[in-house]
């Protein structure tokens, strides 16, 4: 038996079926809920962006496996992303609470686990996201250097080369406006959060045609679709482990639609709503992602040279192709560094999206007593903006930012919690979804039937297997500078919240707390 959706009449007041559900799951309607089903999808596919993902980590894909890595794997990668996705879009049905998976685990592991479940859930979301904060703005830090470099003359022409000072003072710069663009209404979000879908995909649209068009040299489509490289100078000469690696770009790419889940008491109908924001991002994003990706590479024909850090661009592969696009066939590359803007305002719109999301999660987890302070950070303010949320995560983001200054082998091993933190911590629900809640649980308006336990436990699966893939090493021999420290990352995450699991918060923390006396 699914649970009703439908706008329930209360007197002459019509109440909206996600705040009734709200109210049933013992939650006040603190926020406002003003966003449409697009609003809701807008937030989550600015997240996922194509633009952001594919551009800042095509360098990987070119190295291991090349063309056929980058165009097969993104449909592997995005096939098990829509199964993990359908998992998380029916417990969101029924569940359409800002706390999203750490509320989902408490309430389908049962009373007995519940609040273990939502602690580990609810820290290895909230990490992971501020880790994708910080990875994306940071990108868009980098971008920045690479689009003054090529504009001052190039790597080869003199151009200047920013230090890491100035790319962190790039990267603090974007935060505070990210936090300013987050303390305004909901209303005003909303526009930016659709200002940014329609951004990525028409800016998609124009790079994928755009590109190709202009470069002089193209390749051929049997180099693009079965060219296979593993001239990657790091030691690694098995295909299907080259392969594997290539993936990663795909993987890393399409993260981030939980926040149609964490937009829920922002948006009507979202027992509905959101399920349709997590799926239509991920089906979208798969979609125009393979067009982007098609586009670029059909503008590749010289990998060693793309991935060599004696460029113009520095080694920026995707740089380097818009750059060498317009200079071979007009004399000078700013066709190409318009266009490299074009990406960069895809990834600041990512960057902000990221920090809604953060904060309505972080909102939600104080609103529960599970993060310190709680009662500060769950505040809201007259236009119903959870503000200190807000500004704690684009703090944190950028003292996680700070690593890079000391090493950047410890900065990437921090951000690699966005992939692997983040889709552990999908998996987590889902897991007590097909397990614990296999007969008790209720399906929403959306839901999967009888396919539910079945496409839940292929979801579980696949995140356990990319899990492994992303600790695996990625040059040999393994050095200190060479070691993937990725695991190292996960790992100290999980020891920390389960250390402060046990010596603490299990003696005070028993999951979600209703703010409704029923």
Known sequence: MALPSHTLENGSVLVDSGQSRLAELGYKQELKRDLSMFSNFAFSFSIISVLTGITTVYKTGLNFGGTVSLVYGWFIAGGFTMIVGLSMAEICSSYPTSGGLY????????????????????????????????????????LIQVIILLSTGGKNGGGYEASKYVVMAFHGAILLMHAIINSLPISVLSFFGQL??????????????????????????????????TDNGDGINSKVYIFVLGLLMSQYTLTGYDASAHMTEETKSADKNGPKGIISSIGISIIFGWG??????????????????????????????FYLAFKDRYGNGVGGIICLGVVAIAIFFCGMSSVTSNSRMAYAFSRDGAMPLSRWWHKVNQQEVPINAVWLSAFISFCMALTSLGSLVAFQAMVSIATIGLYIAYALPIFFRVTLARKSFIPGPFN???????????????????SVLF????????????LNYTPVAVCGLLVLTIASWIVSARHWFTGPITNIDK
Not at 449 to 464: D, E, N, P, S, T
Not at 473 to 480: L, R, S
Request: aromatic share 14%; charged share 5%.
């Open 103 to 142: 509320y989902w685990s408490a309430k389908l592991a049962g009373p007995n686990w519940a609040p273990l479940a939502s602690w580990l859930t609810g820290w290895l979301n909230i990490v992971g996201q501020w880790a994708v904060t910080t990875s994306v703005d940071f990108s868009l830090a980098q």
């Open 196 to 229: 940014a879908a329609a951004w990525n995909l028409l800016g998609v649209l124009l790079l994928m045609i755009l590109i190709p068009s202009v470069a002089t040299e193209r390749a051929s489509a049997k180099f693009v679709f079965t060219h296979f490289n």
């Open 292 to 321: 982007y990706l098609l586009g670029i590479t059909f503008a590749v024909t010289n990998i060693p040279f793309l991935l060599s850090e004696d460029n113009d661009a520095g080694g920026y592969a995707i740089a380097e192709i």
């Open 448 to 466: 999967l039937g009888r396919y539910g336990v079945l496409v839940g436990w292929i979801a579980v699966i696949w995140v356990a297997t990319i």
């Open 471 to 482: 600790s695996l090493p990625v040059a040999y021999p393994i050095t200190p500078q060479t």
